[in-house]
């Protein structure tokens, strides 16, 4: 848009993979299953969700996370079916259901290179009962429920020094989706 292109979603999103893996679903704007490298999106009704996120003060290279030799590579596929099953059921979206899906196999190794990401975990497990590392860290976040306000709210207890933690909203849809065609 900002060049004049016009060029549609689909072909942006080609591009897009190019670029990284994360691309094509910030292109493609709306909650979705992501599958391959990032390039094959199903788009997906998922309610908003109340998320608490932590950043310690370390951060993580990618290539680090990727390159660690501890890193499971054989880790059977996600089906979209399953999923769907599974986000059928009572208390999958909030946090009383945990993190009852899948799991992030960057975790281990972040928390071998970053020490702070197990303690952010579970630092997150002691006050919402949950958490996971995002992509490749250092941040954490834990699920906190589905309705107008979070279920836990922010602990009294004083975040690590250094440290950043923010409660935040999930979005149906990315602002910026009606930028393309």
Request: glycine share 12%; with cysteine; proline share 8%.
């Amino acid at each position: 848009r900002l060049w004049n292109l016009n060029w549609p979603r689909q072909r942006l999103a080609g591009l897009g993979a190019r670029i990284g893996a994360d691309v094509p679903f910030f292109i493609g704007g709306q909650n979705a299953f992501v599958e391959g490298i990032g390039e094959q999106l199903t788009a997906l009704a998922v309610p908003q969700q109340w998320l608490a996120v932590v950043k310690p003060a370390s951060g993580l290279a990618t290539q680090d996370i990727f390159s660690h030799p501890a890193l499971v590579r054989d880790t059977p596929a996600a089906i979209l079916s399953g999923f769907l099953a599974d986000a059928a059921k009572p208390g999958f979206w909030t946090s009383e259901g945990g993190q009852a899906y899948g799991r992030n196999d960057l975790q281990p190794p972040a928390e071998d290179r970053c020490p702070e990401v197990a303690k952010a975990a579970a630092w997150l497990d002691k006050h919402f009962g949950n958490s996971r590392m995002t992509g490749s860290g250092s941040a954490v976040f834990a699920r906190n429920g589905t309705g107008d306000q979070p279920l836990v709210t922010w602990p009294a207890e004083a975040i690590p020094p250094g440290w950043v933690g923010r409660m935040c909203r999930s979005l149906d849809q990315h602002p910026l989706l009606d930028w393309t065609g």
